[in-house]
């Protein structure tokens, strides 16, 4: 259970990163900073969409369309993203085709960058506490 609520944490720091990151770098992706309320909406839909769809897109893809599985990570960033936006309480906003498509690259790169490099750090320090 541990491992999990870890996991599920890891998760979601990494989709706030990534949103972030893609808010700081690219014009036309932003989130609404006046409602805090909002962006925590926005990276828990986010994150929840993305744990969803990678895997449900992965099997589609293995089914009918092998050789697209290296962009699963980006077409389930760009859907959620899509869900996202639309969700009207989330406090995202993309607008143009270039932050669209920027956006979703930046996303994707940094939630998988961070995913990558978080799970040490929180392992670590929780073998750390079992060994004291």
């Known amino acids: 259970m541990l491992t999990f609520l870890i ?31 909002g962006i925590l909406l926005a990276v828990v839909i986010f994150a929840v969409l993305q744990s969803i769809l990678a895997p449900w897109l992965l099997k ?10 290296g962009g ?28 669209w498509i920027i956006g979703t690259l930046i996303v994707w790169l940094v939630t998988a960058l961070a995913t990558w490099l978080l799970p040490p750090l929180f392992i670590k320090d929780q073998a750390q506490k079992r060994r004291s």
């Open 72 to 99: 699963v990570g980006l077409l389930s960033t760009f859907v959620a993203l899509l869900i996202a936006v639309l969700i009207p309480a989330a406090g995202i906003g993309i607008d143009g085709a270039v932050a």
């Open 60 to 69: 589609i893809t293995r089914r009918h369309a092998n050789a697209l599985i």
């Open 7 to 37: 996991r599920a944490l890891i998760f979601l720091v990494s989709a706030a990163l990534g949103l972030i990151a893609a808010d700081l770098i690219l014009p036309g992706f932003y989130l609404h900073w006046n409602d805090w309320w």
